[in-house]
């Protein structure tokens, strides 16, 4: 069963960082193109970006300067860092294949609120 457990997410004030984790499991994690998505308040679930199983990333403008993807296919982990945040950046996180490969499967995301 494929399962991601996204966690890390918070209360952070403006300008401040926070370093998100999203463990896989039920897949050969490191074989696997990865891709976090975001959902603000009242918005659509959007992808912010990738990464590859080699570790190259690929950034939605809007993070792109403010966020970086690291994983440790090791420990079947994935990180976001996200640094310099404000309130847009409010959303619960969540990590997931790449929608080219069609697995459907969603954790229950971690909140990160951007507030002061």
């Known amino acids: 069963q494929v399962q991601f457990e996204e966690s890390g997410g918070g209360l952070v004030q403006p300008g401040g960082s926070l370093k998100l984790s999203c463990v896989a499991s039920g897949l050969r994690f490191s074989t696997y193109t990865m891709a976090w998505y975001r959902q603000a308040p009242g918005k659509q679930r959007e992808e912010i970006g990738t990464?590859?199983?080699?570790?190259?990333?690929n950034y939605k403008e809007s993070v792109k300067g403010r966020f970086t993807f690291t994983r440790d296919n090791d420990k079947s982990t994935m990180y976001v860092q996200m640094n310099n945040l404000n309130p847009e950046y409010t959303a619960v996180y969540y990590c997931?294949?790449?929608?080219?490969?069609?697995?459907?499967?969603w954790g229950n995301g971690t909140l990160v609120t951007v507030s002061s």
């Open positions: 997931t294949p790449d929608s080219t490969y069609g697995i459907d499967v």
């Open positions: 990464i590859t199983w080699r570790g190259n990333t």
